[in-house]
Structures are given as structure tokens and as C-alpha cells.
């Protein structure tokens, strides 16, 4: 039977990339895409390229609990069996100072970073039970490690825009908290998914070159920065190597609730004090992740986040 991966953003940036690797090498990929008008032309494209022609399109808009609902729905119908699942979509909107809520009422970040691959995880985790090797990824960024800051924490108490009246919003802020919260997800999910056989892991994403459709979106000054950082970044295939890697080879067969660099080394939570100097440090080892992710407490807190805002009937 063939190896099933399903790619959430695959038709713009690393997504696509992984997409291309994944088709060369024979999988059946399902492109899980919010945008099917623009995700046909990159469907196609990769079919000619690869000369792979089992690259199915499933309209997903990962934010929505309803669009997650009837994409599991159709999954459930086409593949009775899935070996990996890619959570690579996620929403940043540079240049943001105006809170953005889901149709669901969920800050943006959150609700596409976080609480929809929680709840699309937990759908598909018996087609993924049936792989004799099922891996989850998920794509995190180094923008986690400005929680080595001891006072910098996650506004649980604002995902549903309650002081958007007088509380200033970042959207730099919001969404590191909502990969902070990605990476604790990670973990928490591995323990509930270890007896089913399925690993969950999380990549920590390096600068890598930005695409041209993500530019765009830019406002003109951050286009600019934009266009700077790709001329010392790395391309695109390069992380989508790293994926293909961490979802298929020996190496990390049974590894499971790890944060992964992107040399493809497996982090630990930081050792170093809580002093500035130290701090200091700690930002520039790569090895490293803050404690603020090892800490049980919030695991549990991102845990009954997201189980509070999916229990909904659709």
C-alpha cells in the first residue's frame, strides 16, 4: 500500500518544498490547502515535475473547526491508512497591530499555530494508528527563544481577544507564544499517543528564505528587511529535506516528543541559571530550548486550552 503524507501549506514555501520531496520519492501526498484556486496550479506542477501523479488537493483551512471537521471527514472517506502528518501552515502577519480573531473566536495565531492541529490530530489519529510507522511533525521557529526571558509568558487569558480594549497586541509576540505553545502541544500529545504507536515531534525552524507569495503579503518597509534576511538565509528545500528526514528515516524511527533543530539535533531544556549573563548564553545554544516548555503546568494549560475551545459541535 502506499506511504500516505498529508502537507497542511503545501502550496507556498517550505510546504511546497516538502511537497516536491515527498512526490520524488513516491509518496501519495495530500496538499492540505485553504486556497484550492491558487493550490491547483502548484498541484499540477509538482504531478509534471516529479512525474508522480498521486498528489491529491483537500480544501483545508486549518484556522476553522468546521473546515477541519470536513476535511477529516473527506480523509476518512479516501485514506483508511495515513503514515505522516506535516502541521506546516501557520500565520504570522507581519507589520500587525490590530487584534485577528477566527470565525471561531479564537486569537488567529492561535487558532491556525495551535488549537487547529491539536483538533486535526485527534481526528486523525486512528488512520494514522494504522501505519506500522506513523510520525506527526511539527514545524516550530527560533522566535521560542525570547522565553529564555524568565518574564516573558504566554496571555492565556487573552486568546479569545478579551482585553483587545486595553491590552496593546504584537503579532511578533502572539505568535511566538502560539509556537511556544506548538512545541508544548508536541510533548503533550506524545505521551498521549505513545501506546497508539504514533511518534510527535517538533522541528525548530531556522532563517530560511522567505517565498514571494509571503513577501507580498508584507507591508512595503518589512518587504524590504524581508528581501535582505533571504540573501543570508537558506533555501527552502534545505528544511524540506529536514522534514523527509525526521518523517522517514531509521534514524528517528521511534522518537517521539522531541524539539529538533535544524542540524537535526535533538534539544534539551536549557541548564543554564536564570541570571543575565547566563541568559546570554543559553540564546546562543542552539542545543538548547527554555524551560518555560519543560515546565508541566503549562503543558496542561495549552492542553485544556485547546480541549475547551474544539469541544463545539459542528
Request: neutral net charge.
Amino acid at each position: 500500500m502506499d506511504k500516505v503524507v498529508i502537507i497542511t501549506g503545501a502550496n507556498s514555501g517550505i510546504g511546497k518544498a516538502a511537497a516536491y520531496r515527498f512526490a520524488e520519492e513516491g509518496y501519495r501526498v495530500v496538499m492540505a490547502c485553504r486556497n484550492l484556486e491558487k493550490s491547483k496550479n502548484v498541484q499540477q506542477e509538482i504531478i509534471e515535475a516529479t512525474n508522480n501523479p498521486q498528489i491529491d488537493l483537500l480544501q483545508l483551512d486549518i484556522s476553522s473547526i468546521v473546515s477541519i471537521h470536513q476535511f477529516h471527514s473527506s480523509v476518512k472517506e479516501t485514506y483508511p491508512k495515513l503514515d505522516i502528518l506535516i502541521h506546516n501552515a501557520a500565520f504570522l502577519n507581519h507589520g500587525n497591530k490590530n487584534y485577528q480573531l477566527s470565525g471561531d473566536g479564537i486569537e488567529l495565531s492561535f487558532a491556525t499555530n495551535v488549537v487547529g492541529p491539536f483538533l486535526l490530530t485527534k481526528l486523525l489519529a486512528d488512520q494514522l494508528a494504522n501505519s506500522d510507522d506513523a510520525r506527526i511533525l511539527h514545524a516550530c521557529t527560533t522566535n521560542i527563544r525570547h522565553f529564555f526571558d524568565p518574564k516573558r509568558k504566554i496571555e492565556f487569558d487573552n486568546l479569545q481577544g478579551e482585553f483587545e480594549d486595553n491590552r496593546p497586541y504584537s503579532t511578533y509576540k502572539m505568535y511566538g507564544d502560539s509556537k511556544m505553545a506548538l512545541v508544548m502541544l508536541t510533548f503533550k500529545l506524545a505521551e498521549e499517543l505513545k501506546d497508539r504507536h504514533i511518534s510527535v515531534n517538533a522541528i525548530q525552524i531556522s532563517a530560511i528564505k522567505l517565498s514571494k507569495e509571503t513577501i507580498q503579503k508584507m507591508e512595503s518597509g518589512w518587504k524590504v528587511a524581508a528581501r535582505v534576511q533571504n540573501l543570508f538565509s537558506a533555501p527552502q528545500e534545505t528544511m524540506a529535506d529536514t522534514y523527509f528526514h525526521l518523517c522517514t528515516s531509521n534514524e528517528f524511527k521511534g522518537i517521539t516528543g522531541k524539539l529538533i533543530n535544524a542540524k537535526r539535533t535533538i534539544m534539551q531544556p536549557s541548564h543554564y541559571p536564570d541570571t543575565p549573563r547566563e541568559q546570554m548564553k543559553q540564546f546562543f545554544d542552539q542545543t538548547v530550548y527554555p524551560k518555560y516548555a519543560a515546565s508541566e503546568r503549562n503543558m496542561e494549560l495549552v492542553w485544556e486550552l485547546c480541549s475547551k475551545l474544539t469541544a463545539v459541535e459542528v
